[in-house]
């Protein structure tokens, strides 16, 4: 008995040393505190050391959406105003020539739980507003006399799956659902389009679908689409077999439907556009997470034909990303350095390139960018619309914000932008999915004043 | 006949509970302290698996096993609490175990949140020595709880 009594008093003390040891371990790895992302923008963004995390750092922004009368902010000399409200998660848009405009309403798929990950994922992911009710539709809206109100809204194609790309050529308009490219016939002031499609090609869909976005792009020709296919993981966590012709740009022969990969090692490419003066196909990525909340940087760049960008085995070049085995260091060899870091976690979702005359005379030929925002960094950072300028084909400078105030000084979040387009009179379009609106930017001439929401 | 029964049964499978106390079978608790402790080494083993042959099908079993373990202890800590609640006093000779196992469990949390992560990292190599961690925390409290009550029953 006596004995016993020593080894239990012993032990003890011992071992809640031990206890707080561990704690004290686990509480030092939460140090998460993000650096100014200036820094990080341009064409050499500051890299810090990558870091592994029990928890990695999650922050979400409360949505609260917009009141009335509430709006975003823009720079003095413009004006926004709500061109449509009351959609099921807005995401992308498309302007047709005759000058309607096409609200793509989409949600991903429904995600599947391979690990207990997934089910907190998930919930944390309701919070922020991305699960909302599937629509899964396109809303055509039209200005009948032009005076900038959207008098006319019908459901202009329904029943889609995950849809997020819009081209249009000729008569054939074209639709990347999150599984295949469909075809439909298009006749010039149609506003519902009731004939079945006709699929082109299919696209990397389920079961996992992680990155379910596909952006398309027809060439100035309409002989190719070119498609963005994201990742199916984060980093790989789904087994390399998953990842099969994703993570990359596809270019689509339209006639015959076949396809090469046109770029690959883009982790998740969102929004595709051609580069007004040179011609150059352009793109923006949201890079990998979990390993701090200065990396990776998100980016804009030139697309090469036949271009690996790192992912997954490295980022920024040869950056070596410690979570993918086995390595490809013949890949890392060729990996391209992207052109321009909008820094870490922004979540670049739209980009417009200005091609329009209605704003002032600097936002031409360069290249607005649709922030949603981050959910995995303290602060946030994105909830905004920046424009980065162009010179010669190349951006030329830091970027500007344009459109802000989707987060209030409270970190509660009134909107997220998503897609962006340029209306037929020079109007920047913006998809915000979280306030459920499609904003118009435009240039504030005397005499004119916001218009109300259609 | 009886008496017999039950000394025979406390030798095999609990050494503190005592012949004066009614007792029938082993208490819920015990049953579900062997449960996670089945789980926590099924997790070393399919994590030294994928550490050989990096298949996400794996690290996918070890972050199961590890948090079915983990269920098992919340409920086994509940059902002590329960036992604790419906005694006089507690057994002192339970101590060591108890402060043994929960350092398991506590491992075993940090290697769920390890687990958790994406990729070769989630694994190799934090998560394949917290798993053998768990392990060998779970053998030395066995081995050390079974000790000092055996010769407390021999020498009481």
Redo the contacts between chains.
């Keep these: 008995?006596h004995?016993?009594?020593i080894?239990?008093s012993t032990?003890?003390p011992r071992?809640a040393a031990?206890?707080v040891a561990?704690a004290g371990l686990?509480l030092a790895g939460c140090d998460d505190h993000a650096g100014d992302p200036k820094v990080q923008i341009g064409a050499n963004p500051v890299l810090p050391k990558l870091q592994?995390?029990?928890?990695?750092p999650m922050r979400i922004a409360k949505v609260v959406g917009w009141g009335k009368d509430e709006a975003p902010t823009v720079p003095q000399g413009l004006q926004v105003h709500a061109l449509a409200t009351g959609f099921q998660h807005p995401r992308s848009l498309y302007v047709l020539p005759n000058g309607d405009v096409l609200v793509v309403e989409s949600n991903g798929p429904k995600a599947p739980v391979?690990?207990?990950?997934d089910i907190i994922t998930g919930w944390v992911q309701s919070f922020a507003g991305a699960k909302a009710k599937d629509a899964n539709r396109i809303t055509l809206l039209r200005d009948t006399n032009g005076d900038g109100r959207y008098e006319v809204r019908t459901v202009f194609l329904d029943h889609l799956n995950s849809p997020f790309g819009v081209a249009l050529v000729g008569h054939d308009l074209y639709v990347a659902n999150t599984d295949a490219i469909v075809r439909y016939p298009y006749q010039d002031g149609q506003t519902t389009i009731t004939a079945a499609g006709t699929k082109l090609t299919d696209l990397p869909g389920g079961p996992i679908d992680h990155h379910w976005t596909k952006a398309l792009l027809a060439s100035p020709d309409g002989s190719k689409l070119y498609v963005g296919v994201g990742s199916n993981?984060?980093?790989?966590?789904?087994?390399i077999g998953a990842e099969y012709e994703r993570a990359a740009i596809w270019e689509v022969d339209r006639a015959s439907g076949a396809h090469r990969i046109f770029a690959s090692g883009v982790r998740n490419p969102t929004g595709l556009q051609w580069e007004p003066e040179t011609g150059k196909l352009w793109a923006i990525a949201n890079e990998r997470?979990?390993i701090g909340p200065d990396l990776v940087p998100d980016y804009l760049t030139s697309v090469q034909d036949g271009g690996f960008y790192g992912w997954?085995y490295s980022y920024y070049g040869q950056h070596l990303?410690?979570?993918?085995?086995?390595q490809r260091p013949d890949l890392v060899a060729t990996a391209i350095k992207p052109d321009y870091a909008l820094s870490s976690h922004v979540a670049p979702l739209g980009v417009a390139m200005y091609t329009g005359t209605d704003l002032p005379a600097n936002y031409r030929g360069g290249a607005f960018v649709g922030e949603h925002g981050s959910w995995n960094r303290t602060p946030l950072n994105g909830y905004k619309v920046v424009f980065v300028p162009f010179s010669g084909g190349r951006p030329s400078g830091p970027p500007q914000d344009v459109v802000t105030g989707f987060l209030d000084a409270n970190n509660h979040a009134h909107g997220r932008p998503v897609g962006l387009a340029v209306d037929r009179t020079g109007g920047l379009l913006i998809a915000d999915d979280v306030g459920n609106t499609v904003w118009r930017v435009s240039s504030l001439r005397p005499g004119s004043s916001p218009k109300p929401a259609s | 006949m009886k008496h017999a029964t039950i000394t025979e049964a406390t030798f095999i499978g609990d050494a503190n509970s005592r012949p004066i106390r009614k007792r029938r079978g082993r208490p819920i608790h015990k049953i579900l302290v062997s449960f996670s402790a089945a789980y926590f080494t099924g997790a070393l083993v399919t994590d030294f698996v994928y550490w050989q042959m990096p298949d996400v099908l794996w690290e996918r079993f070890s972050i199961w096993l590890i948090v079915a373990g983990l269920v098992m202890a919340g409920l086994a800590t509940i059902a002590y609490a329960i036992d604790l609640a419906g005694r006089r006093r507690i057994d002192r000779p339970a101590w060591p175990r108890a402060v043994g196992y929960a350092l398991a469990v506590l491992l075993a949390l940090i290697n769920a949140f390890v687990h958790s992560r994406d990729g070769y990292t989630a694994v190799v190599p934090t998560g394949l020595m917290l798993s053998g961690l768990v392990v060998v925390v779970l053998l030395v409290t066995a081995s050390v709880a079974a000790f000092p009550a055996n010769s407390r029953r021999i020498g009481g």
């Design positions: 008995m004995a016993l009594r080894a239990g032990s003890l071992v031990i206890l561990v686990g592994q995390y029990l928890m990695p391979y690990r207990p990950k993981s984060n980093i790989g966590e789904n087994g997470d979990e997954p990303d410690p979570r993918i085995v086995p």
